[in-house]
């Protein structure tokens, strides 16, 4: 690196950026070497003494073995394989979001369109590697292109090309050949990734550590169960020959015997039997699969944190209980996974192209609470017309949709056509109330009086009190608001008091229920003295008819 020119921008490390490096490759495969690929073979053959040192040896910086079985345990051990994409698979199902606050917008188009890349998002997938090896790396090649220095190849590199820092066993360094510790990793050149699966040293963190002693006893049991299949999964033949049969004829005898394994069939000199003894291979199933199933759901405890997503689950409760648990699981690796590409990538990317910032913009991964979408909606459809006031925003991220563009076409209710031969008028005529025909005109004159009084007394009632109703009645006369927002003003205020109105009811059947000694007992109690509605029936009589009256007006 002597000659080569430095930038004043520093990376994630806290160290200069050197730019001509960004665009080279650096952990490039090699045929011989600390960085060779091919020839690493651990799995075959391995002991509970070679998987010790293995592990020794990776606890202290040599894991180059640990780092070859952990991928070797990938596709020999089925059961660890699929829990392992399980839990890849579901961080990479999670839609990446970007937060803005405060970032200019130019910035945050340049880096949407970085991580809108299908490259990027390649690279994203490869990351979650390091759940069960401890780490991953992904090397970035940078170059111009659409007026910024932008990582334009993602390369996913085998974790045998990294060591540890031999000191501290925190940090990343190239393997090199001819150095025991390696070399620094070049600033803002790689995408390193280390899950916090649990506490302590990286390499201590990877579920292939813990998992290694499962698929040890796993390949031992399976080995175990095929010697005792082969022995014990067909019937014993036995042969019978009699006293005076010559070595020729037992020969014979033992080849008809040998042959029925294969071939069912066989003849045999006359006087000679075979006989067939059933051998009970019910044990081994037993024995062996009990032992098989107890290492796999410790795996999928291991991995993915319970055992009802994964395996056969025994209730609807314990296994919505399992189901959070993995969601927690899951946040915790998308979290984690967000501040590795928001340290490794969004921030050199930004510093190269608009220099340091105050704010950044920061991508997330968040893991939405599953929603029943059906309640949600029962719910909002009671709640909202009461007045309730809810962000739309907030409805959509509960149920997973996104903001409609302008230009898209919006969903709404659709209503028919309206068709004037069949639809009635909407307001019918009231009907004049005819006049007695007994009535002379002194008397019809006498009865317009007395409802003029009348109504002028019921008018200045109404100007005097400053009940609801009655403000309500005014406000509706005065045409204020419309006849619907004075009933629901009305139905607001009615409720405001329930409790009392409804105590002389419930409190004398809470009290009967508690004293009385059974249901005939419970029956002549509520006889003698039962719940008093005459409350509630006038309450109710006097909001009906007010509002009837606000409906007349409204008319």
């Known amino acids: ?109 340049a880096v949407t369109e970085l991580v809108e890349d299908d490259g990027f998002k390649e690279a994203r997938g490869e990351l979650p590697d390091g759940i069960s090896k401890g780490y991953s790396c992904v090397e970035m090649n940078w170059e111009y292109e659409r007026r910024a220095l932008r990582p334009v190849e993602y390369i996913g590199r085998d974790p045998r090309f990294f060591q540890m820092e031999l000191l501290s066993l925190r940090h990343l360094r190239l393997a090199v050949d001819g150095s025991i510790d390696g070399e620094l990793l070049p600033e803002a050149k790689f995408l390193r990734h280390m899950p916090r699966t649990k506490l302590g040293l990286p390499l201590r963190r990877g579920m292939a550590r813990p998992a290694a002693w499962g698929y040890l006893i796993q390949q031992f049991t399976l080995q175990d169960w095929a010697a005792f299949s082969e022995v014990y999964g067909m019937p014993l033949r036995v042969g019978k020959y009699n006293p005076s049969a010559s070595a020729a004829d037992k020969r014979t005898l033992l080849k008809a015997v040998s042959s029925i394994a294969n071939d069912a069939a066989a003849i045999i000199p006359a006087g000679m039997e075979i006989d067939f003894h059933e051998v009970n291979g019910a044990n081994g199933a037993a024995v062996f699969g009990g032992l098989l199933d107890y290492i796999d759901k410790q795996i999928s405890k291991l991995v993915v944190g319970q055992t009802m997503t994964s395996d056969n689950g025994s209730s609807l409760g314990q296994a919505k209980i399992h189901n959070e648990v993995r969601l927690d699981i899951l946040r915790a690796d998308c979290r984690q996974l967000a501040i590795t590409i928001n340290r490794d990538l969004i921030k050199p990317f930004v510093d190269l192209n608009f220099g340091p910032q105050e704010h950044y913009p920061f991508v997330e991964l968040p893991v939405p609470d599953p929603e029943d979408v059906k309640a949600l909606s029962d719910s909002l459809g009671v709640l909202v017309p009461l007045g309730l006031r809810v962000s739309q925003n907030e409805i959509r991220n509960k149920l997973g949709l996104s903001d409609p563009a302008a230009d898209d076409e919006i969903l709404k209710k659709e209503t028919a056509p309206a068709d004037p031969a069949a639809t009635p008028p909407t307001t019918p005529p009231k009907p004049k109330t005819p006049a007695p025909a007994d009535d002379d005109a002194d008397t019809q004159k006498e009865r317009k009086a007395q409802t003029a009084a009348l109504s002028a007394m019921v008018s200045d009632h109404k100007r005097a009190c400053r009940c609801g109703a009655c403000t309500a009645l005014l406000a509706a006369e005065a045409g204020e608001p419309d006849a619907l927002d004075q009933i629901e003003a009305l139905f607001t205020e009615a409720m405001d008091d329930w409790e009392a109105v409804a105590a002389p009811i419930v409190t004398p059947i809470a009290s009967i229920i508690a004293s009385a000694t059974s249901f005939e007992d419970a029956l002549k109690l509520l006889s003698a003295a039962g719940p008093d509605a005459r409350e509630m029936g006038e309450r109710l009589a006097r909001l009906t008819a007010i509002a009837r009256g606000i409906g007349d007006i409204a008319d």
Request: proline letters at 5%; hydrophobic letters at 35%.
């Open 1 to 109: 690196m002597v000659g080569t020119r430095t930038s004043s921008i520093l990376g994630p490390d806290g160290r200069p950026i050197i730019v001509q490096l960004l665009s080279e490759e650096i952990a490039t495969p090699t045929i011989a070497g600390v960085r060779r690929t091919h020839e690493d073979r651990v799995a075959s053959g391995l002991t509970p003494e070679r998987l010790g040192t293995i592990l020794k040896d990776a606890a202290e910086g040599q894991a180059r073995a640990y780092l070859t079985l952990a991928e070797e345990m990938e596709e020999r051990y089925l059961h660890y394989a699929s829990q392992l994409q399980t839990r890849r698979l579901a961080i990479e199902s999670v839609d990446l979001t970007l937060s803005n606050d405060k970032v200019p917008t130019r910035i945050v188009d």
